[in-house]
């Protein structure tokens, strides 16, 4: 063999072990989740081998009645060993019962603890992780593959236990009974094996595909419910379907496929089950008549072979559904190893008071794996200061807001909040002083009080009423049906874009931060709405640190300073009036939302 063929063959062997390896983790991951529950775990595998013990104690009942009590006729022996069946069954039926209630407990709580571990680890992922992951991919993992990971829990641990007690008991039995007829029998059950790992491992493909297929059909799903205006909006129902279908039939062909090759499986351990049992009875019957073994041994014989027949096909399956469900546990798996992008000092600064200055210093970043956003960003933003960032689209405004809030951090340079580098920083203090209004504000399915409440949970209904006030959205509050308390979102009413920004405002007077992100909170409403915002956000702003990404020169006129961005860089800094003067890039944008408006007013004259 060539040098390139052992290379080849040196990269399957270290990719099939890596593979190995990181089910081995996931496996012994889902496991962890058990610790706390040791006690439950040890009595649930006690139960069970109770109740292995009975079944195995049931077929030698039947060969000392058959063999021993029906030729003796004794009505004695008969109600003992009657007695003795019932007090076996007895203690089968409280052994189950207890089992499913300890396995549904331990099931419960260890699939809580996962779940709330999953929760507060997506948290602390935090907003980058939200905007390279769809949430239809992070929906399914919280629902379809935590399904599998309870999976787990339940069933496989202590039922494998007991079914190999299942076989191994009753494999000794019926090699003491008869050796040379186990031995004929046994073998046949293994024909499976000639062809079951290639169908097994077409299972396991299928399995697999079906569950990406599925994932992606979730993030369908969910594209096209959000999506609902838009496409209607564009006529392009019938495209939107056509999408959903071509999903669809994918999903609904390898859920086929993997329907199928499971029939197959089954269908072919049938099968060599069954030509063992045939090979049994005849060669069974055979014993009973040269009188080599008694009936009541025979009968026995055969309950156990069957026993051992149904023990390994439960076994394998619940070891392949393992071994599934370990697939699909791998996924969550790899998600709990994610690292936040951001991560907190291992001893935080916790200032006593926040006045709100900030110093950008070279800072320089670009996202994971792109070409630089932020390329040497230098500026001073003084407390109380109001400052305006413009420039074309793609500039990296909004990445600047981002790396304020820290949600990410800046590759080189610094940025400081009064004084303190920000990474010094606790993260719920930066949190806590900076508030943020994006364009899109996101009002929760709740009564308008608590959506204004969600700004500080602890405010009084006094403090929501003075934030309202404040936000100069308490008169609308006070006509609605039922006030303060009126549903909104899609099981209550309908608000504006303008109101809903009122209503983030109000929220942000209750949290009251001392700096404030405004990210075009105003940029998609309309000029009564927008002036009705603006009206509030001064009240907001004033005497608080405030960054605007501002889409309209026009409401940036008296803002302390404003910085132009172009790739990245502060290319002009100044007061309106002082940049106008350089006549540089600014100029060029006022004259061209000018021109802008011009042409929208003639238009309007020309339509009316
Ligand atoms: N999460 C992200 N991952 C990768 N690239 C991103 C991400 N967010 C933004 N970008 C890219 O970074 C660059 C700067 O984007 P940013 O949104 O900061 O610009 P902007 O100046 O605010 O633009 P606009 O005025 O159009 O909102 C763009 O090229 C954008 O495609």
């Known amino acids: 063999m060539d040098a390139a063929g052992d290379g080849q063959i040196r990269n399957t062997l270290k990719n099939k072990w890596s593979a190995y390896q990181e089910r081995r983790q996931t496996y012994f991951w889902v496991l962890s989740y058990l610790k706390p529950y040791r006690g439950s775990l040890i009595a649930l595998i006690v139960m069970g081998l109770v109740l292995a013990l009975g079944e195995i104690s049931i077929p030698q009942f039947l060969r000392y009645l058959i063999d021993v009590v029906v030729p003796e006729k004794s009505n004695t022996l ?33 699939a809580r603890d996962l779940q709330l571990s999953l929760f507060t680890h997506l948290r602390k992922l935090g907003f980058a992780y939200y905007e390279q992951h769809p949430t239809g991919e992070t929906l399914s993992l919280f629902n379809h593959n935590l399904t599998a990971v309870q999976k787990i829990y339940t069933q496989y641990l202590p039922l494998i236990i007991r079914h190999l007690l299942l076989i191994l ?67 392009a129902t019938s495209w939107e379907v056509g999408r959903f279908t071509e999903t669809y039939e994918q999903y609904a062909k390898t859920r086929l496929g993997s329907l199928l090759y499971r029939h197959l499986q089954f269908s072919f351990r049938m099968t060599a089950t069954a030509v063992g049992v045939i090979l049994m009875y005849i060669l069974g019957s055979q014993s009973i008549t040269s009188g080599s073994m008694s009936v009541g041994t025979f009968v026995s014989f055969t309950i156990y072979i069957l026993m051992i027949f149904r023990s390994i096909g439960r076994l394998t399956f619940q070891l392949l559904e393992q071994s599934y469900c370990i697939g699909q546990a791998q996924l969550l798996y790899q998600y709990a190893q994610h690292k936040p992008v951001v991560q ?52 990296g405004k909004s990445t600047l807001l981002k790396l304020v809030g820290r949600f990410y951090d800046p590759d080189q340079g610094q940025i400081l909040l009064d004084g303190v580098p920000l990474t010094e920083l606790s993260l719920s203090q930066i ?37 309202a006030k404040a936000a100069f959205i308490h008169d609308f509050i006070l006509e609605l049906p039922e006030g303060y308390d009126t549903l909104v979102g899609e099981r209550g009413i309908r608000l504006s874009g303008g109101q809903k920004q009122r209503i983030a405002i109000a929220r942000m007077f209750i949290k009251n931060p001392s700096i404030i992100l405004l990210d075009e909170a105003t940029a998609s ?58 006549q540089g890039i600014f100029y060029q944008l006022v004259k061209g939302e000018e021109l802008h408006e011009e042409q929208l007013g003639l238009d309007m004259a020309i339509h009316t």
């Open 525 to 582: 409403l309309d000029t009564v709405s927008e002036k009705a915002v603006q009206h509030a956000l001064q009240a907001l702003l004033a005497s608080r640190t405030t960054i605007a990404v501002a889409h309209r020169i026009s409401t940036i006129r008296d803002y302390d300073q404003i910085i132009v961005i172009d790739q990245g860089k502060a290319v002009e800094q100044g007061t309106y009036e002082e940049l106008v003067r350089q």
């Open 344 to 395: 907190e000092d291992r001893k935080p600064r916790f200032l006593s008071d926040i006045a709100g200055a900030l110093t950008f210093s070279e800072v320089h970043f670009s996202y994971r794996g792109r070409s630089p956003v932020i390329t040497g960003f230098t500026a001073q933003i003084l407390p109380g200061q109001k400052t305006a960032l413009v420039g074309t689209s793609g500039g």
């Open 78 to 110: 008969f109600f003992t060993a009657l007695a003795v069946l019932i007090l076996v069954l007895g203690l089968m039926f409280a052994a189950t019962a207890l089992c499913n209630i300890l396995e549904r407990s331990v099931q419960e709580k260890a």
């Open 169 to 235: 008991v009753p494999l000794v039995m019926v090699l003491h009974m008869n050796t040379k007829l186990t031995l004929f029998i046994l073998p046949c059950y293994f024909l499976y094996y000639l062809i079951g790992p290639t169908i097994d491992g077409k299972t396991a493909m299928y399995f697999k595909q079906q569950t990406q297929e599925r994932e992606r059909l979730n993030q369908k799903i969910y594209n096209s419910v959000s999506s609902l205006v838009e496409v209607r909006a564009f006529g």
């Open 431 to 467: 949190r806590e002083s900076i508030g943020i209004v994006f364009q899109e504000t996101y009002l929760f399915g709740l009564s308008i009080q608590e959506n204004i409440r969600f700004g500080r949970p602890d405010a009084s209904q006094a403090d929501i009423i003075a934030a």
